[in-house]
């Protein structure tokens, strides 16, 4: 495919390795994060192997996903928010559409994230959600809350990603009762739920036993493809192998076994491959290694189309591996914190190099605590600046080509299916979330990584290199404390105007209809969507389903 060298070529290839034969022997060899040697120079031989007949749009999707990339809609800006009531993050939400956060053809777009208690399925009165309420993501555990989240936003324009934990079943049915109460089909609902319950591999949370998660995972998945056909049911949580420590490559290929999962577990609850693969989507994280992580966002493209392909999917577009990126928290440093929006501009000028659909930017201070509204708005604008002053949406995949890209997409592809192949071969990634596989590989990479910074050998700027002792003056967000009263007051208020008698049916309804899930026998979601309706909160829904699927917390 690749012409052989020229004698031009070779005279040049001469030249330089004349040039540099007085010093070639001190070059220190380097490598990328995972650990994949880099040469100082790459020309036209290192592409003897590389297929460079594809184009954007086109399968294997290597080059994008798009014909023209960003040219006809840039990427979304999906910045994540969430803090105090639904009162306050309706506030944030306002603020952020003034600001110009905006998705594809100026669509809105709001990727919500809850608080610790609502995502363990607790509510504001819970003895244990006490100093935890509001902080560091919104609570929302009524259906005034979700009246509220979704008033006067057009539902066929709108995107609502929420970021749940174990609790996304019953923030989907609280959600799906809102757009009924407001009087509009729940066809309309546009958004994702994160259904992350194979994080557990790698975070030490507690949660479902492994084949409950998968249950519950399915069943939400079966629930939307019948009623919310353009909901996003599951979004692969690639990103939190990331912040978990896997290397890039790591990433890659226990992300995809995870996404294999899921696959595998909707075909054998007699999914058709068409009619759900199309809308999983992903969640990646993105380091400050520009050209590992452009190669990366190649890589995954190519290689969730062949999955998706073997798996029986035959229309092109269910083989598109749909990514939101979210720039990784673990490489900012909480000394000489601007420095993190150098850090920040970098990967996600990679995020968009490398062809993804949407970004979210860390702030510069999320190192230390909650971002204020100025280190928030400073992370939306580095997006925007990409956007509309840098040209970086204006060719497709601009790095294609390169001598150096391409063989290193091709080294990183080869170097993540052998981890995938040996996953897969010893029984899958649910295997290997049970016996602790994936995890102890992670926390050793984690351990490798922590080891080189310590020693100065991957440097890091402020904190093994050019240190300084000068303190720094930075104003922190202020929790507001009386937001807990707040919580607690709307939840009173809320059950006030319930019909008990209705709601306690309903939750029984919830209790058979886990059985029953797992039995084998029948569904949970409707009959979760159906205590929502009658008034049930996120913490009394998930009462019954950790009463049968074993998790518990204590009441």
Known sequence: MTPKPSGKFEAAKETWAARRARYADRLRPATTLSGLPVKTVYTPEDMADCDLEEMPGAYPFTRGLHPDGYALTPWMQQMVFGYGTIEETRQKMEKMVAEGMEGYF????????????????????????????????????TGDDYDELIRDWDLETTNFSMITGDNCLPALALLAAAVERRGEPTQKMHGNSMNWYPRIAVQDIPSWEPRWGYAL??????????????????????????????????????????????????????????????????????????FEEVAKFRAHRRMWAKICKDAGVTKPSNMHARVHVHTSGYVLTQQQLMNN??????????????????????????????????????????????????GVRDVADPLGGSYFIEKLTDEMEEAAWEIYEELEASGGYLRGLETGEIKRNIDNA????KKRINSGDLPVVGVNRYVSEQTENYEPFRIDESIEEKAKARLEAYRSKRDQAAVDQALEGVREACQALKDGTGPLMPALVEAARRGATNGEMMVPMREAFGWYVSE
């Not at 490559?249 to 693969?277: H, N």
């Not at 990967?347 to 860390?362: D, E, I, K, M, P």
């Not at 984690?446 to 990584?449: G, I, K, L, R, T």
């Open 217 to 290: 995972m399915i069943d939400l998945i079966k629930w939307a493809k019948d009623n919310a056909p353009a909901w996003n049911p599951a979004n692969i949580f690639m990103y939190g192998l990331s912040e978990a420590g896997a290397t890039p490559v790591q990433e890659l290929a226990y992300g995809l076994s995870w996404g294999k999962s899921i696959i595998d577990a909707g075909l054998e609850a007699g999914l058709a491959p068409d009619d759900f693969i199309g809308r999983l989507s992903f969640q990646i994280g993105c380091t400050v290694n520009l």
């Open 106 to 141: 100026g669509h809105k777009v709001f990727n919500t994230v809850y608080d610790v208690p609502c995502m363990y399925g607790i509510d504001a009165d819970h003895p244990e959600a006490a100093g935890n309420l509001g902080q560091c993501g919104v609570h929302m555990s």
């Open 341 to 390: 929006n150098a850090r920040i501009t970098l990967q996600a000028l990679a995020a968009v190099l490398g062809g993804v659909q949407s970004v979210h930017t860390c702030s510069y201070d999320e190192a230390v605590g909650v971002p204020t509204e100025e280190s928030h708005r400073t992370a939306l604008r580095t997006q925007q600046i990409l956007m509309w002053e840098s």
């Open 446 to 449: 984690s351990y490798e990584m």
